[in-house]
Nanobody, 123 residues
């Protein structure tokens, strides 16, 4: 298992930017696929972005493609989510998650989760 702690959430106006961080501890981070998911009130948890262990392969949901960027620093055991051009519909609790082996967009494929960080975008 890997332990994950998110940070960087907050309140921002529409059009603004935030950078989320997720610090990992536990098993070898450099071989772990990392993902970001979000959950808005009354909605199911949805995929946002994912990165392969090397960072060489990334996936994004259509709703954030071109606005959000996932990156990772394996030396610091940290994954980031840079969020630009934020919209009110991006308001949600954002979670980072970890899994082994292949990159995925399915929440059920990820075995380790952080506690989440709130992102609120005002109009």
């Amino acid at each position: 298992q890997v332990q994950l702690v998110e940070s960087g959430g907050g309140l921002v106006q529409a059009g603004g930017s935030l950078r989320l961080s997720c610090a990992a501890s536990g098993r070898t981070f450099s071989t772990t696929v990392m993902g970001w998911f979000r959950q808005a009130p009354g909605k199911e948890r949805e995929f946002v972005a994912a990165s392969s262990w090397s960072g060489g392969s990334t996936l994004y949901s259509d709703s954030v493609k071109g606005r959000f960027t996932i990156s990772r620093d394996n030396a610091k055991k940290t994954v980031y989510l840079q969020m630009n051009s934020l919209k009110p519909e991006d308001t949600a609790v954002y979670y980072c998650a970890a899994k082994l082996f292949t990159i995925s967009t399915m929440p059920t494929d990820f075995g380790s989760w952080g506690q989440g960080t709130q992102v609120t975008v005002s109009s």
